[in-house]
């Protein structure tokens, strides 16, 4: 069945009509296994290449359509950080931030839902601290 080519706006309250399209309605999301737009890719990699660091969170990196960013970061002397629990494919590639002009690797083993929570909390506080 091929992709419902039109434009359908809903909220979770305001679904769709009846599509006559036949075609599958999905959200603009890629689901695993999917391929991502051309397009988005390339927004990406622009921004990768405009990036001082990049920082992956809650993500081994095991597939190519995350680890390619690492991997230009890297090419390009882009510090890259990692915030995952467990080993990620960033640390294990051999080479990736090795010799003149790589990025550095550097790996937080953390939960990314508590640590973004204590980041957000330190930054608030901080925050508050610097208008007192």
Not at 59 to 74: G, M
Not at 103 to 121: D, F, M, Q
């Amino acid at each position: 069945i091929p992709a419902c080519s039109q434009t359908h706006t809903h909220t979770h309250t305001n679904t769709p009509g009846r599509i006559h399209c036949e075609g599958f309605l999905k959200p603009d999301v890629v689901f695993f296994g999917d391929t991502v737009p051309k397009e988005r890719v390339q927004e990406c990699y622009d921004a990768v290449r405009a990036a001082d660091g990049l920082l992956c969170i809650g993500s081994s990196l095991a597939v190519h359509s995350a680890f390619r960013f690492v991997t230009e970061a890297a090419k390009l002397g882009i510090d890259v950080a990692v915030l995952n629990v467990g080993i990620t494919r960033a640390e294990t590639t051999q080479g990736l931030f090795e010799g003149v002009d790589r990025g550095n690797l550097i790996k937080i083993e953390s939960p990314a839902g508590e640590t973004l929570e204590s980041a957000v909390e330190a930054l608030r506080n901080r925050q508050h601290h610097s208008t007192d």
